[in-house]
């Protein structure tokens, strides 16, 4: 009897092992299937931050290289033509014509992967240009020096370039009631005429 009453001892044992397996299994399945959005919308939101930094560099290098060429002397004339109309001008990227072509250009292909325009990072952007004037002349003006760059007028161009990053994390941008987070730089110098 004794020898029975071990064998159904291991038995139950037995019996009571796999059943414990089972519920441990449908209970591991049910936690992933409750933390699988949650982890997956984090990982979408890093996703998004990264691509934040990104575009974020893509459009400040953009506007750096947008106020290089809008300082250059060659630049005069699209100046002289801003000051004919307020002293400023605004384009797309990339551009589809207009006084300020070859600055959108470079703005353009500043953040391009492929090397031309339609291939920019921050395609649909808007490059704003605006010229300090004298009448309808851009000019440069001579009050700054070395103890006081900062004189008022002595920056004769400034450069805005803005950008609207689109959201890929589900619900946040409904969430939150964003469209895009619009990204912009504004550089400032002075022209070289």
Known sequence: MPEQLRRECIMAASVTTSTRRRWSA?????????????LLILCLGIVDVTRGFYYREAVLNSARQALRQSVAANQRPTGDTACAVGGTLTSAVPPSGGPLVSIANSVAL?????????????????????????????????????????????????????????LITPFV?????????????????????
Request: aromatic residues 4%.
């Open 26 to 38: 449908g209970q591991s399945l049910v936690e992933v299937a409750v933390s699988l959005p949650f």
């Open 110 to 166: 500043e953040s391009s992967s492929d090397g031309t325009p339609a291939g920019s990072a921050i395609k649909g952007a808007t490059v704003t240009v605006i010229w300090h004037c004298l009448g309808v002349t851009a000019m440069s003006n001579p009050t700054a020096s070395a103890t006081d760059p900062a004189s008022a007028n002595s920056a004769a161009v400034e450069v805005r370039v803005t950008y609207n990053m689109q």
């Open 173 to 193: 941008s409904d969430m939150l009631g964003l469209a895009g987070i619009r990204l912009a730089a504004n550089v400032v110098g002075r022209s070289e005429y």
